[in-house]
């Protein structure tokens, strides 16, 4: 009887074991996709400018991962019109035709400029009210 009582106890130690493992393996993978579902944003900029350093710090403060292409950077044109082709030249923003800086691009989307109304509309597209 002794025999059988030691070996249900490892048996529930095992299962608890396991159980916890489990639930730390799942709580690992659902805090992975919770990150990857966040919305691409891409920031086009020159580093300098006011409204590009009010983006940036828009988007330090609220957390938001961005891809950013500076101006310096030797593809900058090249990757610039790839993205600026996809909205047909139009923005919205401070700039209606791309003729500010920051120029930022998340989803469906496309900003040139950087102000509270920007801000705002990112807020709302990256879904952070």
Same mark, same amino acid.
């Given at each position: 009887?002794?025999?059988?009582?030691?070996?249900?106890?490892?048996?529930?130690?095992?299962?608890?074991?396991?159980?916890?493992?489990?639930?730390?393996?799942?709580?690992?993978?659902?805090?992975?996709?919770?990150?990857?579902?966040?919305? /691409?944003?891409?920031?086009?900029?020159? *580093?300098?400018? #006011? !409204?590009?350093?009010?983006?940036?710090?828009? %988007?330090?403060?609220? +957390?938001?991962?961005?891809?950013?292409?500076?101006t310096?950077?030797?593809?900058f044109?090249?990757?610039?019109?790839?993205?600026?082709?996809?909205?047909?030249?139009?923005? /919205?923003?401070f700039?209606?035709?791309? *003729?500010?800086? #920051? !120029?930022?691009?998340?989803?469906?989307?496309? %900003?040139?400029?950087? +102000?509270?109304?920007?801000?705002?509309?990112?807020?709302?597209?990256?879904?952070?009210?």
């Amino acid at each position: 009887m002794k025999k059988y009582t030691i070996w249900i106890i490892i048996l529930i130690l095992m299962l608890f074991i396991v159980t916890v493992a489990g639930w730390f393996i799942w709580k690992r993978t659902n805090n992975e996709e919770k990150e990857s579902q966040q919305m /691409e944003v891409i920031m086009f900029h020159n *580093g300098t400018g #006011p !409204m590009c350093l009010d983006a940036i710090e828009f %988007f330090e403060s609220n +957390d938001i991962k961005y891809t950013e292409h500076l101006t310096s950077d030797p593809d900058f044109s090249v990757q610039l019109e790839i993205y600026m082709a996809k909205f047909n030249g139009e923005s /919205e923003g401070f700039s209606g035709d791309f *003729g500010y800086y #920051p !120029m930022i691009f998340a989803g469906d989307r496309a %900003f040139s400029g950087f +102000d509270d109304v920007v801000e705002r509309d990112l807020m709302e597209i990256l879904k952070l009210n």
